[in-house]
């Protein structure tokens, strides 16, 4: 290898490094301002799981109503996003269930029966509406912090990378033999003897 093609290698390898390096840094810092912003916006939401002592046969977390994750939540403020998604699906879904006999939004009829009747409809209506509106904001957190979480993951892949990029350059910088010749192999000639 000649004295410039090994300088052109070791340029594009400290790039690299550069490059990989300086990603790997960019998508880690993103994904933790993703996450802490999506912490600073629940905690402003003050957002509660209902307490332990509600674990009770009646009670706000009744164990055959709700799963072991929300329960073993029972107390805990909503500061994450896998806390919000245990939130939005295993609290009010379970609790929507039960405002108008299981009908969504769209199914509930605010138009015809008596004036009791379309009072407490548009009450249901209105309950569910808030509800999957809260839902819906609270899965959309969940789903910002997986996908910043992926972000870091992905940024700690490129670290790996640009070390494996820098250990390739410290080794050729250091430890690999430095010839500045190049050896061409010979073609064999042939020589024609006269008859």
Do not use: C
Request: net charge neutral.
């Amino acid at each position: 290898m000649t004295k410039g093609m090994r300088w052109r290698i070791v340029t594009l390898q400290a790039i690299l490094v550069l490059v990989l390096g300086g990603a790997s840094l960019f998508l880690i810092s993103e994904g933790n301002f993703v996450n802490q912003t999506i912490h600073d916006q629940l905690a402003a939401q003050q957002i509660s799981f209902p307490p332990a002592s509600a674990i009770t046969a009646g009670g706000a977390l009744d164990p055959a109503k709700f799963s072991p994750e929300i329960r073993a939540q029972a107390g805990n403020e909503v500061l994450t996003g896998d806390q919000a998604r245990i939130y939005a699906n295993d609290f009010i879904a379970v609790h929507l269930k039960n405002v108008a006999g299981g009908k969504t939004y769209s199914q509930i009829d605010t138009s015809s029966g008596t004036a009791a009747q379309i009072a407490t409809a548009q009450a249901q209506k209105s309950s569910l509406f808030q509800g999957e509106t809260l839902r819906n904001m609270l899965l959309n957190a969940w789903g910002w912090s997986m996908l910043a979480t992926y972000t870091i993951w992905g940024g700690f892949g490129l670290m790996l990378a640009a070390l494996v990029a820098l250990g390739a350059l410290v080794y050729e910088l250091f430890f690999s033999k430095q010839e500045d010749t190049v050896t061409v192999p010979q073609a064999k000639s042939t020589r024609v003897v006269p008859a």
